[in-house]
């Protein structure tokens, strides 16, 4: 069975500086996506990134960007020039490439806070 | 496009109760999921619905089940409550045949006293 660690409960970091942070996960598959999701206060889930277990190239979206390594089965998401609102919940997923298998695993999350 | 929608937002229940929740997808989507968050538990894959068809299922008692419309909307019913089951219960749309990412609702925050 697949699981996904994220050994950091709690992270802060200052306003407009960069933070990591970490993901590591556990499958005998070759195929997959990643995920990073945001749970702000709210309670709404966002996607923040995803990453193709098949591209070697890493992800990117804005100030967000991964740093996968595959074979380590390391999926660590950086935040640069961090902002008030990106303080959350920070979960990081797994999702095999199956189609028809829509079960995501998610991480236990890693709690965000962001010091003006 | 209007996001996925999940009612009631709050629900209070009493023990050996029962309650059924509900969630539309994002118009187009065939497959729902459901999820689980609670504090010690983390996120917890319920189960999934597409075209109407139970397609995957987490480990969970009997007591919680689903079924999903020809429109794709998805209802989540738990029987018998036990205060175990507060949490707050996520739903999350995809096309379902094509692209892999899930779109989640704002949830449902049940609590059983």
């Known amino acids: 069975a697949q699981t996904v660690t994220q050994s950091q409960p709690e992270m802060s970091v200052q306003e407009a500086e960069t933070v990591t942070l970490s993901c590591t996960y556990d499958?005998?598959?070759?195929?997959?996506?990643l995920f990073w999701y945001k749970q702000p206060p709210s309670r709404q889930m966002i996607l923040v990134i995803r990453q193709e277990a098949y591209k070697q190239q890493n992800a990117t979206e804005n100030r967000f960007s991964v740093n996968f390594q595959k074979a380590a089965k390391s999926f660590s998401l950086k935040i640069s020039d961090s902002q008030l609102g990106d303080a959350a919940m920070y979960f990081c997923a797994y999702r095999s490439a199956r189609t028809s298998y829509d079960k995501v695993i998610f991480g236990p999350g890693t709690s965000l806070s962001v010091i003006p | 496009k209007a996001g996925v929608t999940q009612t009631p937002r709050y629900l209070i229940k009493t023990r050996g109760q029962q309650v059924t929740l509900s969630c539309s997808p994002i118009?187009?989507?065939?497959?729902v999921s459901w999820y689980q968050q609670t504090p010690g538990q983390g996120l917890q894959f319920l189960f999934e619905y597409f075209s109407e068809t139970q397609r995957n299922k987490g480990n969970f008692p009997g007591r919680f089940s689903g079924r999903q419309f020809s429109n794709s909307r998805s209802e989540m019913n738990v029987s018998t409550l036990e205060l175990g089951d507060s949490a707050l219960y996520l739903c999350?749309?995809?096309?379902?045949?094509?692209?892999?990412?899930?779109?989640f609702g704002p949830g449902t925050r049940l609590t059983v006293t």
């Open positions: 118009s187009g989507h065939r497959s």
């Open positions: 499958t005998s598959e070759s195929d997959y996506y």
């Open positions: 999350a749309s995809r096309t379902g045949t094509s692209g892999y990412e899930q779109y």
